[in-house]
Nanobody, 121 residues
Framework: QVQLVESGGGLVQTGGSLRLSCAAS????????TGWFRRAPGKEREFVAG?????YYVGSVRGRFTISRDNAKNTVYLQMNSLKPEDTAVYYC?????????????????WGQGTQVTVSS
């Protein structure tokens, strides 16, 4: 049984930092493209970053967010710096990439439960 558990969300002021973690069991993250998505209130789920053999970022977070993976811990991280109020969302990790556009949620087979990130102005 595949399980993804996110942690590290919270409330932070504008300009602050958070590090999200996505710990996996039941599959090896390094075997799949793993992505971070977010859903802001009233908006659709948005691709934020992905890591496989190549690393990808959406333009709005490039230079501020860093995705990484610790194979020994089977965990993917999202280091978020210089946070802005528009980064407020529930953040999800997803893996088990099945093909198609990496930005599409439908391209991933497994999802975590999400962790709330709130950036105050």
């Amino acid at each position: 049984q595949v399980q993804l558990v996110e942690s590290g969300g919270g409330l932070v002021q504008t300009g602050g930092s958070l590090r999200l973690s996505c710990a996996a069991s039941g599959l090896i993250l390094s075997s799949y493209l793993t992505g971070w998505f977010r859903r802001a209130p009233g908006k659709e789920r948005e691709f934020v970053a992905g890591i496989g053999s190549v690393i990808y970022y959406v333009g709005s977070v490039r230079g501020r967010f860093t995705i990484s993976r610790d194979n020994a811990k089977n965990t993917v991280y999202l280091q978020m710096n210089s946070l802005k109020p528009e980064d407020t969302a529930v953040y999800y990790c997803a893996t088990g990439y099945v093909g198609g556009a990496r930005e599409r949620p439908e391209s991933y087979g497994y999802w975590g439960q999400g962790t709330q990130v709130t950036v105050s102005s």
